[in-house]
């Protein structure tokens, strides 16, 4: 690896093509030096997992992560005893139960994990999946009845219940009520069975970064230790757990949870639990989606995640979770269909709102606003955290979009780390600014009186003010430089072992420094991606390189021009897989003229 540079040859850029920072990584050295010793790594790799935390003594549990090693105790949760033991006495009993989920990814996933288990073990289970448009987030009076009526003498909430306290106190004496989730809590907890929530305030179990189908999961495990204990299973027939870490690898990527410990060991094994393609759904979806490459958590988090979430934002709600419990591969084939057509007209209803909600965006920040607040008559309610999204991510602000109707404004918003938009959404509604809003530190919803929409803005200003001192583009951190030359396979292959990359653990970000673009060309739907051969200096090396997104940015503009310009480009080295051929490639991020360096 003697074509790595160190952090004192790499570049330090103050406005790249993209606007953007380039802020230097620098790990511990020592730390990383004594990682690539001890376990045969190439010293940036080392570098790499010290810049993540990574002691030399954890380094071989963040290499190859087992649940064994890092899944904890179910009981360790607050009230999970209790759920655990609720859920075996209908079990036992062959009660009725019915599962009140979300329409979202971990909304779905949980809600599958909970009526996969119940009715393997002979439950009769009533999942039920609320409509975004008519009913909104969390449970509400009507479908809880409904569940009743049908004979649920138990109702289990996944991914919601936690701040539904009035409304799941309704259930009293018609049916019991459990609740699996991990949403902050707001006001005083429900007063029922349980409330197993990694995020209540007097939950001590450090495992705050779960995401419902995580927590769902944990109950599973805790469930069937129970029923084991008291004897309940007979000559082997015990469900094995794993076939359920698909759904939880789905769920915790496709819900943005950090990729470390727990999580990181369920999306690993979760993987290889979906590379079987034994679920019916999630086979037909891969197929679908033409995913034919080795499965990542890229994989979860842009093809199948979007597709299943599509339906909730636009049609109807339970489509995603029916393909995950489908087990017939000709239904599974025509719910996937069905999803990828719900997505791509999803990504039409996008494209129609994002050019008036950019403009809306740039002209209050031009006018000194800290946060964004956009909203229309004409946008549809289900994308609009989608575009909030797509606000934060270019203006480095954070964004909230509302659609209008009937007086009224739903949204939803999106932040920036460091600031926390879930707690100054729950101190609006507080203060009586919302008629509902809730949500977590990176991403929240909010209901209001259009009258209400300037005070709501101006609210968020002022709570989250430290916002408009951030520069218009997110900070880029490279974690290292290297040559062209130096982008071996083998190079590659070794940053794979850092996967799976998401939410905590970035993809490692790498300066090609000083090369030329020497070919250039425009692929894939409407050209939208830019394929590049990057030329090292001297001309001796070349580098297959994809910039995604490329539109007409001043970034894609000066990638295409090839005029011998010398520059730096930053991005993720690769072993990409085409045509049953391995080689590296270059996933383009940024760049910047050699003479800014």
């Not at 759920?83 to 009660?95: S, T």
């Not at 009140?100 to 009533?126: E, N, Q, W």
């Not at 070349?542 to 021009?561: E, I, P, V, W």
Request: charged share 20%.
């Amino acid at each position: 690896m003697g074509k790595e540079l160190t952090a004192q040859n790499a570049p330090g850029i103050s406005a790249s093509l993209s606007g953007r920072r380039w802020i230097w990584n620098e790990p511990e050295a020592r730390i990383g030096q004594a990682i690539a010793q001890r376990f045969g790594l190439p010293e940036i790799v080392g570098r790499l997992l010290a810049s993540r935390g990574v002691k030399p003594e954890g380094a071989g549990q963040f290499l190859e992560p087992t649940l064994r090693a890092l899944m904890p105790d179910p009981s360790c949760m607050m009230d999970m005893d209790r759920a655990a033991a609720r859920l075996a006495k209908a079990v036992q009993n062959q009660e009725t139960v019915g599962i009140f989920g979300d329409y979202d990814v971990d909304g779905a996933c949980s809600c599958a994990i909970i009526t996969l288990l119940l009715r393997r073990l002979g439950c009769t289970a009533i999942p039920y999946i609320p409509d975004r448009m008519t009913e909104g987030y969390g449970p509400n009076v009507n479908a809880l009845s409904g569940l009743v009526d049908r004979g649920a003498s138990l109702i289990v909430c996944v991914d919601c219940g936690t701040s539904a306290a009035e409304i799941l106190e309704t259930m009293v004496g018609r049916a019991e009520v459990i609740v699996l989730d991990h949403h902050a809590a707001q006001g005083t907890l429900p007063n029922i069975i349980a409330v197993v929530n990694p995020n209540r305030p007097d939950c001590i179990s450090g495992l705050r970064m779960l995401c419902a189908g995580g927590v769902a999961f944990m109950a599973a495990v805790a469930t069937q230790r129970h029923l084991r204990k008291f004897g309940f299973f007979k000559n082997g027939e015990e469900p094995d757990l794993k076939e359920l870490l698909d759904l939880v690898a789905l769920s915790t990527v496709c819900d943005v949870m950090p990729l470390v410990g727990l999580n990181r060991a369920f999306v690993v094994a979760g993987l290889k639990v979906m590379e079987r393609r034994a679920r019916p759904g999630v086979a037909a979806l891969l197929d679908v989606a033409h995913i034919t490459e080795r499965l990542s958590a890229m994989t979860l988090g842009w093809s199948l995640g979007p597709r299943i979430n599509a339906a909730g934002r636009i049609s109807e709600s339970d489509l995603g979770f029916r393909l995950l419990l489908s087990d017939d591969e000709l239904e599974a084939r025509e719910l996937a269909l069905q999803l990828d057509s719900i997505n791509n007209t999803r990504q039409d209803v996008e494209a129609d709102i994002l050019e008036d909600a950019m403009r809306q965006a740039a002209d209050q920040i031009a006018n000194g606003r800290a946060c964004v607040l956009v909203s229309s008559t004409k946008w549809h309610a289900g994308v609009v955290g989608i575009v909030a999204g797509r606000i934060k991510e270019r203006f480095n602000r954070p964004a909230c979009v509302a659609a209008i109707s009937d007086g009224l404004a739903k949204g939803s918003g999106r932040s920036v780390l460091g600031l926390d938009l879930g707690a100054a959404v729950m101190a609006a509604r507080a203060h009586g600014l919302l008629i509902s809003g809730g949500g977590h530190g990176m991403a929240a919803g909010f209901g209001l009186q259009v009258a209400d929409m300037d005070r709501f803005h101006a609210f968020l200003d002022e709570r989250l003010a430290v916002a408009s001192m951030l520069p218009q583009a997110a900070d880029l951190v490279v974690d290292g430089a290297i040559s062209v030359a130096g982008c071996t396979l083998d190079l590659a292959t070794q940053l794979g072992r850092l996967a799976p990359f998401g939410s905590g653990n970035a993809e490692p970000t790498l300066v090609l420094s000083r090369v030329r673009v020497a070919q250039t060309e425009r692929i894939g739907k409407e050209g939208k991606t830019l394929r590049v051969m990057l030329e090292g200096e001297g001309g001796g090396s070349r580098l297959k390189g994809l910039l995604f997104r490329a539109g007409n940015t001043n970034l894609a503009q000066t990638m295409s021009s090839r005029d011998g310009t010398v520059l730096n480009v930053a991005g993720h080295l690769r072993a990409e897989s085409w045509n049953g051929r391995v080689s590296a490639g270059f996933i383009i991020v940024d760049a910047a003229l050699e003479a800014e360096a």
